[in-house]
C-alpha cells in the first residue's frame, strides 16, 4: 500500500534557529515528491516539486531534498520566523496509482516561537 | 492568495442533514478535485472533475456526491450527515493535467455537524 509518513508530528524551536523535517514514503515507482506548506485555517500553498532524478531544490530558505534510494525526503528550514509556523505537508504522486495519484502525508506541525 | 474561491468558510449544520459546498477555480483552470481533511488526518482524495465531466473517485461515500458546472464551478453535495463528516473540505483547481501538475487550493469550508 502507497504511504507517506512524516516525523516528526509535531515541532516547537526558537525563532532564528533551523529545523529539518522527514519524510518516508513507500511509494514505488513515484513521478515527484512535493512539500506544501499549511497555515491554519488555510489551504495548503506548495513549496518545492522534486522529481526523481532531483536531489535537493530550494525555495528561499526552504530546502528539500531527496533520496530515491532510501525514498527518504527531509525539507530544512534556516533562520526560522514566526510565520513558518504552519502544517508542512509532504506528498508523493504514484504513477500508476488509480485514481488517488497523490498521496498525502498527514504532516508535521511546527511552532515558531520568539 | 491561491485565486481558488470556496464558500461558506465554515458551515454548522445537525446529523442528517444536507449542505451544498460551493468552489470557484482559478480562472481557466479546467480541473477542479475535493479533499476532505479531518482533524490529525491526511487529506483524503474524494473526487475530480474536469471540464464538467467526473475524472476520478477517490474513498467518496455514496452520502456525497458532486457536479462541475458549464462555468466551472463546483458543488460538493453532502447528504444524511454523521458527526463524523465533520472535517475541513477544500477545493482545489489545476489548469493541466500529468505528473507534475500543481494544484492550487481554496481556504477550505469547515464542517461542523452537530
Known amino acids: 500500500k502507497n504511504q507517506v509518513e512524516q516525523s516528526p508530528q509535531s515541532l516547537i524551536i526558537l525563532e532564528g534557529k533551523n529545523c529539518t523535517l522527514q519524510?518516508?514514503?513507500?511509494?514505488?515507482?513515484?513521478?515527484?515528491l512535493r512539500w506544501y506548506k499549511q497555515d491554519t485555517g488555510r489551504g495548503p500553498v506548495s513549496l518545492t516539486i522534486?522529481?526523481?532524478?532531483?536531489n535537493t531544490k530550494s525555495n528561499g530558505r526552504y530546502t528539500a531534498t531527496l533520496d530515491a534510494d532510501t525514498k527518504q525526503s527531509s525539507l530544512h528550514i534556516t533562520a526560522s520566523q514566526l510565520s513558518d509556523s504552519a502544517s508542512y505537508i509532504c506528498?508523493?504522486?504514484?504513477?500508476?496509482?488509480?485514481?488517488?495519484?497523490?498521496?498525502f502525508g498527514k504532516g508535521t506541525r511546527l511552532s515558531v516561537i520568539a | 492568495d491561491s485565486g481558488v474561491t470556496q464558500t461558506p468558510k465554515h458551515l454548522i449544520t445537525a446529523t442528517g442533514q444536507r449542505v451544498t459546498l460551493r468552489c470557484s477555480p482559478r480562472s481557466g483552470d479546467l480541473s477542479v478535485y475535493w479533499y476532505q481533511q479531518s482533524l490529525d488526518q491526511g487529506l483524503q482524495f474524494l473526487i475530480q472533475y474536469y471540464n464538467g465531466e467526473e475524472r476520478a473517485k477517490g474513498n467518496i461515500l455514496e452520502r456525497f456526491s458532486a457536479q462541475q458546472f458549464p462555468d466551472l464551478h463546483s458543488e460538493l453535495n453532502l447528504s444524511s450527515l454523521e458527526l463524523g463528516d465533520s472535517a475541513l473540505y477544500f477545493c482545489?483547481?489545476?489548469?493541466?493535467?500529468?505528473?507534475?501538475?500543481?494544484?492550487?487550493f481554496g481556504s477550505g469550508t469547515q464542517l461542523s455537524v452537530l
Open positions: 519524510c518516508n514514503y513507500t511509494v514505488s515507482p513515484f513521478s515527484n
Open positions: 506528498v508523493v504522486r504514484a504513477p500508476y496509482s488509480g485514481n488517488t495519484p497523490l498521496v
Open positions: 522534486m522529481t526523481f532524478s532531483e
Open positions: 482545489a483547481s489545476s489548469g493541466h493535467s500529468g505528473v507534475n501538475e500543481k494544484l492550487f
